[in-house]
């Protein structure tokens, strides 16, 4: 594929690192759950190296999946890594023997999570690592970072990390994130029907700060879904394809991860940066949200 079917390209600001925008989280390349190896390592290891070879550049991973699976995927798939290609890893969390995920945060979590990340990588210094506040299953909740951001930004300095962005985080911890180091992204849940970080979407474009959304299709009740597959009929495409298409078109600084452990689904998702959405299709798809939006006041009333 060449750079238009990846939906242009963004750099991360203060740095020299410029993708794609269209990229690839790594997480389902650990087994079910997000726990032990894939049931099929070898087609793992060809969905990385599918979408290196299609120009994807911008990878999304953190050693506490599996744990230490998909980086370690990563690695046997693409090491020696090609020039170009960006890895971004995230810290704040773990893995128990019952596969809970528990929070990992304070100076030493952070500080052990990074060696991991570079020895199951197989990398000197990480280009960004992304700290995940575990927040709630509501999504972020406020409560200052400053301690964290603060270890990162010793461990920038010790050249372990080289940039820091922030995950499932609230406006205001951005805020104070970036009074202790320089902030290049966020990744929060974000998607046609989950339009709460649309504020802070805009601020960090201003900003020239990259937006990465996670779940593009979580959340969705059937009355959304049944628009958006309409939509997608019309335009002969998918409603993963409508939805990813629709977060590129929302904002430049929007970059995507969608993720899979197929060949064929990988293909897939990387043809919806080709796809174009009429002014009147945009219209209808951003009516998703705010039908919901008017339909949840209504029952309060």
Known sequence: MNEPTLGGRFTFPGTSLTVHRMGYGAMQLAGPGVWGPPRDPDGAVAVLREAAAAGVNHIDTADFYGPHVTNQIIRKALHPYPAGLVIVTKLGARRLPDQSWQPAISPQDLTDGVHD????????????????????????????????????????????????????????????????????????????????????IDDLARQGIAYVPFFPLGGF???????????????????????????????????????????????????????????HTVAELDSIAANAASRSSERQR
Do not use: F
């Not at 300095?157 to 104070?176: D, K």
């Not at 309409?230 to 590129?248: C, D, E, I, K, N």
């Not at 929302?250 to 009429?278: Q, Y």
């Open 117 to 200: 990340n570079l020895r199951n990588l197989g990398l000197d210094a990480l280009d960004i690592v992304n700290y995940r506040a575990m927040g709630s299953i509501h999504g972020p909740k406020e409560g200052s970072i400053a301690e964290q951001m603060t270890v990162l930004a010793g461990l920038r300095r010790r050249g372990l990390i080289r940039h820091i962005g922030l995950s499932n985080v609230t406006a205001a911890q951005v805020v104070e994130a970036q009074a202790i180091t320089e902030i290049v992204c966020v990744q929060n849940n974000y998607n046609l029907a989950n339009r709460a970080d649309d504020a802070l």
């Open 221 to 279: 009740t059937p009355l959304q879904s049944s628009t958006l597959s309409s939509v997608a009929g019309r335009l002969g495409a998918t409603p993963m394809q409508v939805a990813l298409a629709w977060l590129l078109h929302r904002s430049p600084n929007i970059l995507l991860i969608p993720g899979t452990s197929s060949v064929a689904h990988l293909r897939e998702n990387l043809k919806a940066a080709t796809l174009e959405l009429p002014p």
